[in-house]
């Protein structure tokens, strides 16, 4: 059960979109670039008319086309929009790394954070003017990887019917592809051994990549929040480690260099109150660049 975001993974191929200033920006892996989930929204005061008061309209590649189409996402005044992506993940590499698009004549000031795990920000400074990309190089660890976009406007000139920035998509240029595998279909309760059908299911994951220019793979284990920090970080570690053992072998990684992570409890991509979310958050994650 290969999760791609409903997208063939070796299907993404570089493509350029227009900004509302005219400009070209290219995003190397296609639309696969733009965030997916939406985690927060917060509108500010004044507020702005209904249908630019969704949160979701700033989700996936760019569609906004006209004042009033409902297809951006209007923040107020010092409002905050947080969004994730879940089939890539935000890298530096040279040059620019995050692009806004911003809709209107002029880029609002907005301030823009990442995020590896939603909780802990890094602030990489604002947006505004005629720019709307920014290079995380210098203030973001390098060699992570961040999943979460915080954008707050910055509570100044609110006026109009549309006060505050209006986003009408987030996209990593410096982008690196995200699968990932339920624990559930790898590994039984407790358990590291990769299970025997767990096997196939890795095989279907590395025939589905395209891994000419690739260099690098990441395999982090997840866990739910039951039992103890020290516990689950322990079993997340191992279960990566008992994918990477496996995948060493196989002919189509010849070359790549394989790194393993164990994130444990830290990373949740839903709540750990249910077990459809525990579920969820039980996962193994591929990171490839």
Known sequence: ?????????????????????????VFPLGATSFADQLVDYRVGQPRPKAKERRGENALGPPDFEKAGDGRATTLGCSGTL????????????????????????????????????????????????GTASLDIAGVADAGMAYRYVRLVDDGVDCKGRWPGADIDAVGAIGAAMLLQIPGSVLFDH????????????????????????????????????????????????????????YMSSQEALDGIQISVEGAGEKEPIASNLTETGRSENRRVEFIIR
Request: charged share 30%.
């Open 190 to 245: 407790d358990s590291s051994k990769l299970r025997a059908d767990a096997l196939a299911e890795i095989d279907r994951l590395t025939s589905s990549v395209d891994w000419a220019g690739r260099a690098t793979l990441t395999i982090i284990g997840h866990t739910d929040s039951s039992g103890s920090d020290l516990y689950n970080q322990d079993l997340s570690l191992r279960r990566a480690e008992s994918v990477r053992d």
């Open 1 to 25: 059960m290969v999760e791609a975001g409903g997208r063939d993974a070796g299907a993404e191929g570089s493509e350029t979109y227009s900004d509302s200033q005219g400009r070209g920006i």
């Open 82 to 129: 947080i969004l994730r992506f879940d089939d890539n993940v935000l890298v530096d590499q040279p040059g620019d790394d995050l692009h806004i698009f911003e809709v209107g004549k002029d880029v609002e000031p907005t301030y823009v954070a990442i995020s590896k795990d939603g909780s802990d920000w890094i602030d990489l400074g604002a947006i505004g003017g």
